[in-house]
């Protein structure tokens, strides 16, 4: 049979394909061709059946999908480490909010989102759900470096140097999803910031939206117990009772955190399956607390990891995620086997997917999905022996063992160097922004 004319075959020691689950290919390869996967089959078979115009050998590596950060705030990179050691509601009072009032600006976020995913892409993360002003500037940056995103239409019920008030929100965010329709790369959701910072007049205006657009809704919640408190204070109910009142809980909708629920709140995520964004490292590092994963998986919701932003978190890296989220689970439960590493990297992928909508396209290494996949190299000494590759992934390997990432079958990162930018450019960026941030 005359072989058939692919781009490119990936051959890997390992492929992690994360569906079927559970499942480990050895000595395999990947065809590609016009960005989605052709097919995933045995090396020696690869190479009778298809013929590839480039074919990369990973003799020592690990291939699965490229990781989904199912909540981000890209451009809080700017803002790394600028103030630690803080609760939430101080931290963003006294620190964050004054400085994003002082500093964000459509240059702060493109440059800020140039950095993350730089950062992101480095770290094997493919697709970013993000939430922040000016998502026009983010997409700008994700576009350039060819990540794949998901821009929130975010809505805050203060000014700020983007929008004066709820409806001017909107409009921007709705604009730029319309100016960056034709991008294959970019999408957007609707992103209120919190139930705490929302009124009851701009949820009902976004719930109508996301059904009238089909677009996702991605919003913090139950992140601190004094937020759930306050809630019952003001409204009389807690803050996913309100939004189910307020007809906004639903499959599309992503709660990021879900820190502080009792039995009833995961009750009605379920009944609506709702998707959640864990964020392990951030809920640890801002004292907020840990999300009851083990009984929000129980009822089938769907959970994606996410990041936050670099400033509370203070790094843009799922494989720490993957990491911290499986050993939280196993200290929160006291059992040794909660979260098992097929399933952290399961989160990682096709769940945050899966909670996007985007499952039909990305989260696994599969024939008719986008070419979005990540490969790490197991062969440093400090690093072996390796006797299972997912165990290795989730709790030996870091970052610095990327050395391959492809966003729809393009090439970004090849041998650990990002192709769209040089470490000149991102350094002068962090330095100029650091010097203005420290005035
Ligand atoms: C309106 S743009 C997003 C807004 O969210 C702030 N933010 C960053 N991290 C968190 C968090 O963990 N909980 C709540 N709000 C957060 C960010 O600073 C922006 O103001
Ligand atoms: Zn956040």
């Known amino acids: 049979m005359t072989p058939t004319p692919v781009d490119l075959l990936i051959e890997a020691r390992w492929i992690i394909p994360v569906k079927p689950d559970n499942t480990t290919l050895e000595h395999h390869a990947i065809a590609v061709h016009d960005g989605r996967i052709v097919a995933v089959l045995p090396i020696n078979e690869a190479r009778s059946r298809f013929v590839a115009t480039k074919t990369v050998s990973l003799p020592d590596h690990v291939v699965t999908p490229g990781f989904v950060n199912l909540h981000c705030h890209a451009a809080m990179t700017l803002m790394r480490g600028l103030a630690d050691d803080l609760p939430l ?156 009142s307020l007809g906004l809980l639903g499959p599309s909708l992503i709660g990021v955190h879900a820190v502080h629920l009792d039995t009833e709140d995961i009750e009605r995520l379920a009944i609506h399956q709702c998707a959640i964004a864990h964020c392990p490292t951030s809920n640890m590092k801002l004292a907020s607390g840990a999300a009851p994963v083990a009984s929000l998986l129980d009822r089938q919701l769907a959970v994606g990891l996410g990041s936050d932003g670099a400033a509370s978190n203070n790094r843009l890296d799922l494989l720490r995620e993957m990491r911290q989220a499986s050993l939280l689970a196993k200290l929160q439960t006291s059992d040794a086997a909660a979260l098992p590493a097929h399933q952290a990297l399961r989160m990682a992928t096709l769940d945050g997917a899966r909670a996007l909508g985007l499952d039909a396209e990305i989260g696994s290494i599969e024939p008719g999905k986008a070419a979005d996949i990540a490969a790490l190299r197991i062969d440093d000494p400090d690093e072996l022996p390796c006797y299972h590759p997912a165990s290795h992934l989730i709790h030996v390997l870091d970052r610095r063992a990327v050395s391959d990432v492809w966003v729809g079958g393009q090439r970004r990162v090849k041998h650990g160097k990002l192709l769209q930018i040089t470490n000149t450019e991102l350094l002068g960026i962090a330095r100029l922004w650091q010097n203005k941030l420290r005035q």
């Open 89 to 244: 509601m101080r931290w963003l009072q006294e620190a964050i909010w004054p400085a994003e009032s002082r500093h964000a600006s459509h240059a702060f976020v493109r440059d800020g989102s140039l950095l993350a995913a730089a950062e992101m892409l480095r770290g094997g993360i493919t697709t970013c759900n993000d939430m922040y002003f000016f998502p026009e500037a983010t997409a700008e940056a994700f576009a350039r470096l060819g990540l794949r995103g998901v821009l929130g239409i975010t809505v805050i019920e203060f000014p700020s140097q983007y929008a004066a008030d709820a409806d001017d929100y909107l409009r921007k965010g709705l604009e730029a999803r319309d100016a960056w329709r034709d991008n294959p790369l970019i999408r957007f959701a609707l992103a209120p910031h919190a139930p705490y910072t929302v009124s009851n007049k701009s949820f009902e205006r976004i719930g109508a939206l996301a059904d009238e657009l089909e677009l996702p809704i991605h919003i913090h919640i139950h992140e601190t117990a004094g937020e759930v408190a306050d809630s019952v204070r003001e409204f009389g109910q807690r803050p996913v009772a309100r939004l189910e």
